[in-house]
């Protein structure tokens, strides 16, 4: 008889040898799909083929996929260890057929594995198939010897699968076995929920679309998608061994016997096979570890919310029940070795983690048994205050859950105990009473991912061309007010971690400004102000904000150099557990169980800069295959989808990362690299923030001064940002949007900032939080205020430069009408008012598109330096190889500087502010000679 291991091996070998592409599991952690806690389903990395807003370049597949069931209708946490079926963590054994093969191959192939693969014998075994399909119920006969007898027909409650309330939907046909000793039992218990007689297979035949009015329409394209508990087949292989004489237990196969001998050996004491509860606690335990050890692998931590707190409620009712065999000191996080060695083969990921997920289990034990003792001592004391009722106060087992992190199906679990019932009801009420208190006050207005903002599965695919340029053109295919889907967009829709991009949409005179870009399965769906429905199918000019993006790409790079370097300083075991990528900041969260040093930080700051200066440049791996970049040694980021085509983005030998986000073309570009903050996020997860760049160098500006100084700083910028306000509203007479922003009271959080006592520069963030109580939270309080104000700033800036430059760009009309010609064409020479060297070459490119034939010279004085940029037209590149490098080249010696570029543009810079006059006057003759 085959070992669960063989047992696994030869359903895969099955059918690749049917041609079936053998894929790895997806993370049971399903990043990418907020609609799920947990993997629960083989299918769910295939969902957006089912809907038809991916492909794969495969059209038939097959897996092993670890899943988690643990509340809803897939399963109930209390039931598992009290029967031998229930688990919280399983495999899925799947094979699926997209628009490839149907219904006949796929009962042939069913029926082919289980008898003459497997040799399950055939007079145990029922087919089910759905009251109308006909078509399955014949295959069934003509395809397989089956007995006609054994194929039953039930309605939608059993035998039709729905993936939602709409969409992708079908008949299914499942696979019972009988498990009576005499394997004799009547079709009447077959889908009566009897233990005798159970499900083996699924077979989902997905050719429906359910629409929103509750009707079926034929899909074009059939799928095939089947499940198998691999769990559950194991232990019908075991129970062949005896000719079906012992009822099944899952736990009698050696998927769990392994750990099982573990627990006996931890505890001492031995497991009979019953339902006392020392044996139940042996099947919760060595089912919740299971479960514990996969999600945390990868990725998911313990905590108080989401995912986190349902592993939380795992951990602590196995540790609740590993008292039940006198294990009071921690002891799961032993468990783990035992599951690496019987599973790891097959699971490396597990392997690489092993050290980590021991921290974190160990961590979260240690934490709960410190408040185990005190809690129940609480539980003791309010039980015996009952006075013969039974019923458990609802605020008690709220406090247990606020005061000692006693999840509520723990209460209830001590409350079963006694023949109690708590009240639930009061219970909900007090928690959603906190749950209110500490609700944000002001929702973000931005869509989230979980939000269904504009209808998409009739689209395509998006085209993203962000990669390589940030302009483009894209047709309107759908727009619902405010967002709008293009069939190509230069725009990034936030994920990974990275946020998505803004810009501007431009028809005509007309300009949308794009204020978010998300993802919805393949479609990028941009967040728009203003009215766009009557552009649907016309072409639109798509530009994303150059500098807001550089400044993500910069922040995108640096969070993978981080990563790199922690790895390098704390050691391989640290991985990211989640991260944020704005322009102004980044978050990097990650495993590691200790607080970072002073000294370490340092070190990682110092390789991170380093790796900078070295200007290494990026090797962007596109759309290769997944297996590829695994053998290539590419990280994993949390948090990232992963298809069979992948992504890596790769810095030297240095680092190299899953990821499809946006970055540098070099190191260099990120300029430089800060800590600003390392703190822990939740047990066993350290959290670092960062800036690098302007953001960076702001930061350093106010470091080494003193709390009364940096108030004095934060003033100069209030007062900078005034000012500059001012020369905002003359130059876009009020019609800049931040020009209508009252500026005048940015001081008044200022002054609820003054009051504090000196502080002394060297201190550091640990003593200031020792010594300071909440003035340290103040003094975060203003580093944050300083640089908020240091981005309005730059605001205004940007936006100031923006008005010069169109301002500048109408007064070269002008001085393109009054231009001197020369030799034929027009020299136009002028001066004009540019924040930087680009603001100057983009009105270099609108001189050079204005000028018909002719050369132009503009210079302004930026940073206290000339700069100069020339332009020549096309025709005279060809006819008088005039060259604008070298022209500008000679001008810029009469400011006593020097530069040089490209025929039709080129740039030079200068010392002397006073020759500008002098040079442009000079221009002409310059620009005759050459």
Partial sequence: MMTSRETRQSFLDFFASKGHRIVPSAPVIPHGDPTLLFTNAGMNQFKEVFLGTGTRDYTRAADTQKCIRVSGKHNDLEEVGRDTYHHTFFEMLGNWSFGDYYKKEAIAWAWELLTEVWKLPKERLWATVFQTDNEAFELWKSQTDIAPSHILRFGEKDNFWEMGETGPCGPCSEIHIDLTPNGNSPASIVNAGSPQLIEIWNLVFIQNNRKNDGSLEELPAKHVDTGMGFERVCAVMEAMKNNFQTPPSNYDSDVFTPLIRKISELSGKQYNRSSSENDAAFRVVADHIRALTFAIGDGAIPSNEGRGYVLRRILRRAARFGRNLGLREPFMFHLVQTLVETMGDVFPEIVEHQKHIERVIKGEEEGFNQTLDRGLEI??????????????????????????????????????????????????????????????????????????????????????????????????????????VLDTTPFYAESGGQVGDTGALAYGNHTFDVLDTQKDGGVFVHRVAGKMHELIGKSVAAKVDKPRRLSIMRNHTATHLLHASLRK??????????????????????????????????????????????????????????????????????????????????????????????????SGEIGFFKVTSEASSASGVRRIEAITNDYALEYLKFQNKTYRERIEYAYQIVDEIQSLHKELTAASSGSSALAKEDVLNLDIELRKLEDVPEIPVSINTEELRERFGKEARRFSLLENYILMLAEKKRSFEKELALFKVKSAASNLDEAITHASSVNGFKVVALKVDASDMEALKSLGDSLRSKLGSGVGLLASVIDGKVALVCVVSDDLLKTKKIQAGKIVGAVAKTVGGGGGGKPHLATAGGKDVSKIDEALKQFPEMARRW
């Fill in 569 to 666: 300083v704390l050691g391989t075991h640290v991985h990211q557990a989640g991260s944020l990528v704005a322009p102004n900041h980044l978050r990097f969260d990650f495993a590691h169980f200790a607080k970072v040093s002073p000294e370490e930080l340092s070190e990682i700051e110092n390789i991170v800069n380093e790796k900078i200066k070295e200007n290494i440049q990026l090797q962007h791996h596109r759309n290769i295959p997944f297996e590829s970049a695994q053998k290539m040694g590419a990280l994993m980021f949390f948090g990232d989808k992963y298809g069979d085509k992948v992504n890596v983005v790769q810095f030297g030998d240095f680092s190299k990362e899953f990821c499809g986000g946006t970055h540098v073309k070099n």
């Fill in 379 to 484: 539980f003791e004391d309010a039980a015996k205050k009952l006075n013969g009722s039974k019923i458990f106060p609802g605020d008690v087992a709220f406090k247990l859950y606020d005061t000692f992190g006693f999840p509520l199906d723990l209460t209830e679990l001590l409350c079963r105990e006694r023949n109690l019932s708590v009240d639930v009801k009061t219970f909900n009420t007090l928690m959603e009473e906190q749950k209110e208190r500490s609700r944000e006050t002001a929702k973000a207005a931005a869509f989230t991912g979980g939000e269904k903002f504009i209808e998409t599965s009739s689209l395509s695919a998006t085209t993203f061309l962000g990669y390589d340029g940030l302009e483009g053109e894209a047709k309107v295919l759908a727009v619902e007010i405010p967002y709008v």
